[in-house]
């Protein structure tokens, strides 16, 4: 018999119908509950304190970059990521049903998502830019107060979520805007409830390592892997504040982490790396 | 006899008062006339069109990654780096001169700065959080409202230049936020203008190379660096998105690019990379 993981609740930051929330619907279907939290710290603390099963939290986008504040709290806590998405961020234009796009006057949304959206305010002067705490929160804001001539920007979740109506799909300047995020378990849930895998799916493996001084460390850092023939997708550098010529990198490559040539990838890494710090292994997104 | 330059604009995007703001300031001194433009592709516009003749932007934040929207820009226009400085990210409460900490009842300013003062609005639970546009710009909308219980959050050139006073100075939650950022000029100005440096400098040159498929590639190409004992100081990849398996890489070694050791590392990176473009030679900040 197959064990079957009790429905429990996944936590992500931000407002209900937030990006990371379509990203966690992709993972893990549209029946999931959620819990909604206020920052990056108290989703991995609602993991720790059992309140949920599981997290969703954004990694990297392709305009804004690497959120070092996640690489942070992966390293503090011990949850390993058992999966990945990559969501495109899409900005919607909705306002309660029965409004007509003519009748617009303000547009609410959060700052950045605003400025992704410059070309949209220039061809359409007669709506004004109106900021508000989150994307999602803009879509709530407006059907709680019943606002006729306004409108809000954010994603086709929240829109379903607080009962919107889509006026404009789309309307981002540029399209190659995604984000890419993790699903985060307890060790104790990722050991009892191993995730299922297409049987021909690749696998990726994600670690941190510091060395000092980089000039031949990361060169003889990187061999471990090259020597091995194992492919990297991600090497990205960051200086440890404090620490002059300490660096901390985000590598990931391809292959399970269980295999006897990532094993000895890792061993011969870890000969050579100050820390190093395997954090997780996943299907590829 | 030696030139001097004309005194002339600097573009920045964001308000007067902006962080870049203040990185200009600490690249060129207190002086400075200044270009806020709305976004980044403005502000390498303005150099373009002649309207500045040297522009600040941010590339990196300890917390929240690279700007990979400036190094896009960075690749199309070619306006070579010249300098960089670190500026601490740091968050000031202000108010117009008379209104005392205890009269304030909302805070406005950018909701990311607002999220990265999370402790002080749970100390003061009589002060609500109100989003705007800009950090600045809610210290110019303050004092041009002359708002009697509200204050703004933003930085102290902000302050500054909007004649606000300072009730709580480095209320963010994390010291350890700084940004880094880039003065570009045009080539013609680089030229004839050669930026002065103390005699003990140490150089810093920046460029973003290609490869396909990284497995051997990118330990290839770091050899071109380690085989000459050069050391980096970044390494990131980016995914080219369209093109899977081709990777763009940004790095940043310490040494003068006009340096034979220099010209050589480079000139054997160009043998393995299939693009590559120097991005600027300056005195690390």
Chains 1, 2 share one sequence.
Request: net charge positive; glycine share 6%; aromatic share 10%.
């Amino acid at each position: 018999m197959t064990r079957r993981p009790p429905k429990a609740l996944i936590a992500f930051q931000g407002e209900r119908g937030a990006f990371s929330e379509e990203a966690a619907r992709k993972l893990l279907g549209a029946g999931i509950d959620v819990l909604p939290c206020p920052r990056f710290e108290d989703v991995f603390h609602s993991l720790q304190d059992g309140e949920a099963a599981g997290a969703v939290i954004p990694i990297e986008n392709t305009l804004a970059g690497s959120v070092h504040e996640n690489y942070d709290h992966l390293q503090r806590f011990d949850f390993p990521i058992v999966a990945e998405t990559n969501v495109r961020i899409v900005h919607n234009l909705m306002a309660p049903p029965g409004v007509p796009f003519s009748r617009i006057r303000r547009a609410y949304s959060h700052p950045v998502a605003l400025n992704q959206c410059l070309d949209f305010f220039t061809r359409h002067p007669g709506i004004e830019r109106v900021t508000y705490y989150d994307t999602a929160g803009s879509a709530k804001m407006l059907m709680e107060k019943g606002l006729n001539d306004c409108a809000a920007i954010a994603s086709a979740v929240a829109a379903e979520i607080y009962g919107a109506r889509i006026l404009r799909r789309s309307i981002e300047d540029d399209r190659r805007n995604f984000t890419r995020f993790f699903l985060l378990r307890t060790p104790g849930y990722a050991r009892k409830y191993p995730r299922q895998a297409p049987p021909n799916a690749q696998w990726k493996t994600s670690l941190v390592f510091s060395t000092r001084n980089i000039p031949g460390a990361l060169f003889r850092c990187l061999s471990a892997f090259a020597l091995r023939d194992l492919n990297l997708t991600k090497i990205e550098s960051r200086p440890l504040r404090g620490k002059p010529w300490e660096y901390l990198f985000y590598l990931d490559f391809l292959g399970r982490v269980d295999t006897p040539t990532a094993q000895n990838a890792i061993g011969h890494l870890r000969e050579l790396a100050d820390v190093l710090k395997v954090l997780g292994c996943y299907p590829r997104g």
